[in-house]
C-alpha cells in the first residue's frame, strides 16, 4: 500500500505541523509510555505472575522515608504503587525522575528504568493562574506528559514569549488553557491547542507545580536541551514498560538504539511540538525491520493508530532509523 493512502487520517499535512518553539515533548518524559500513544487501548494489565519480581526504591522528591516497590508493568500501576507505599492519592503524582530529587527534565522516567535507578515522584504543589499576551506565533514551550493524563512543560526557549513570564517553571502542569481543563488530554493536543492561540491576544493558563524542598527553590531552568547526550540508568539491565503485555527485562540500549531514538525524539519535537522518548523507541523498534518506507508507514498505523503523523515526518523517522542502522550519525 502507498504512503499516501495510508494517511487517512491526516486531511492535511499542514494541519498537523507545530511549529517547534511553539510547544516545543515523553515520555515522561516524564519521558510519555506507548501505552499512552494509543490512547489507553490495548490489552488488560498481565495476571500478578507474569509481573517482573523485581524491587525498586522510592521517595517523594521533595522529601520522605524511603519505600520499595515491586509488580507493575506500566506508568499508571506504578503510580498506584508509590501512592500506596506512602499513603496518598495517584492522581497527586506528577511525574517520576531517576536517581535525583531535583526537577532534571533529562532524568525524566520513560517506558525504562535501569535496574538499580532509584525513582523520585514529584507531586503537585503550589496551583497558579497567569494571563499571557501571545505577542509571537511561537510560545517556545516544548511539552511532554507522564503516561497517565498530565501534560507538562518539559522546555522552555530562553527569549521566548513564554520566558518573559517568570511565574511559569520547566515541570509545570498544564491543567487548564482558557478556562478548558485539558487533564487527560495527550502532549501533542495540548501543543495544537497552544498553537492554535490566537497572535495578539491574551489567554491564561492554570498550572500546577511540583512540591519542592526548601533547598529546591532556585532560579528556574530552561529544562532539557534536545541535544543532550545524559543517560539514565547505571544497572546492567532495564525494565521495559509496554503498553500491551507483561514488563520485560531488557539489556541497556544499544548505540544504534540510543542515536535513533534521539533523532527521532527530536523529530517530534520539530513536526508535533512534543518530546516522548518512549514514543520515540516504540516507533524505532516498529521501523527497524522494515524494508520500505510504505511497509513502516502501515506498521506505525497498526502500532500507533490514534495519531495523525504527517507524511513527511514518517520518511524522515524512516530516513532516521536508516542512517542509525548505516553509523551516518
Known amino acids: 500500500m502507498p504512503l499516501g493512502p495510508w494517511r487517512k487520517k491526516n486531511k492535511s499535512t499542514k494541519e498537523q505541523l ?5 510547544v516545543g ?21 498481565p495476571p500478578a505472575n507474569l509481573r517482573p519480581k523485581l524491587v525498586f526504591h522510592t521517595q517523594l522528591a521533595h522529601g520522605s522515608p524511603t519505600g520499595r516497590i515491586e509488580g507493575f508493568s506500566n506508568v499508571k500501576e506504578l503510580y498506584s504503587k508509590i501512592a500506596e507505599a506512602f499513603n496518598i492519592s495517584p492522581p497527586e503524582i506528577m511525574f517520576c ?10 532524568k525524566l522516567l520513560g517506558g525504562q528504568i535501569g ?20 505577542s509571537e506565533e511561537a510560545l517556545g514551550l516544548t511539552i511532554t506528559d507522564n503516561g497517565a ?14 520566558d518573559g513570564v ?21 502532549h501533542y493536543e495540548v501543543a495544537r491547542m497552544l498553537k492554535e492561540l490566537p497572535k495578539d491576544k491574551s489567554f491564561t493558563l492554570k498550572l500546577v507545580e511540583p512540591m ?31 503498553s500491551k503485555g507483561p514488563a520485560t527485562v531488557e539489556d541497556e540500549p544499544t548505540e ?18 512534543i518530546r516522548d522518548t518512549e514514543l520515540a523507541a516504540t516507533m524505532v523498534e516498529v521501523g527497524r525491520d522494515k524494508k520500505n518506507p510504505d511497509e513502516f508507514a502501515m506498521a506505525l498505523d497498526e502500532t500507533l493508530g490514534d495519531f495523525a503523523f504527517p507524511d513527511e515526518f514518517v520518511f524522515d523517522v524512516w530516513g532516521a532509523i536508516g542512517d542509525a542502522k548505516q553509523g551516518r550519525f
Open 18 to 22: 507545530v511549529d517547534n518553539e511553539e
Open 25 to 45: 515533548g515523553g515520555h515522561a518524559g516524564a519521558g510519555s509510555l506507548a501505552k499512552s500513544a494509543v490512547n489507553g487501548a490495548g490489552l488488560p494489565p
Open 97 to 106: 525522575t531517576l536517581n535525583t530529587h531535583k526537577i532534571d527534565m533529562d
Open 115 to 134: 535496574l538499580e535507578d532509584f525513582i523520585f515522584a514529584h507531586i503537585k504543589g503550589i496551583k497558579k493562574e497567569v494571563e499571557i499576551f501571545k
Open 149 to 162: 493524563g498530565y501534560a507538562f512543560i518539559k522546555r522552555i526557549k530562553e527569549g521566548s514569549v513564554v
Open 166 to 186: 517568570k511565574v511559569i517553571s520547566v515541570g509545570d502542569h498544564v491543567e487548564c488553557i482558557n478556562g478548558h481543563n485539558i487533564v487527560g488530554t495527550r
Open 212 to 242: 519542592k524542598a526548601f533547598e529546591m527553590l532556585e532560579p528556574r531552568s530552561k529544562g532539557a536541551k534536545p541535544a543532550s547526550d545524559n543517560k539514565i540508568g547505571t544497572g546492567r539491565g532495564t525494565l521495559r514498560l509496554r
Open 256 to 273: 544504534f538504539e540510543e542515536k535513533a531514538v534521539k533523532k527521532v525524539d527530536d523529530l517530534l519535537e520539530s513536526y508535533m511540538g
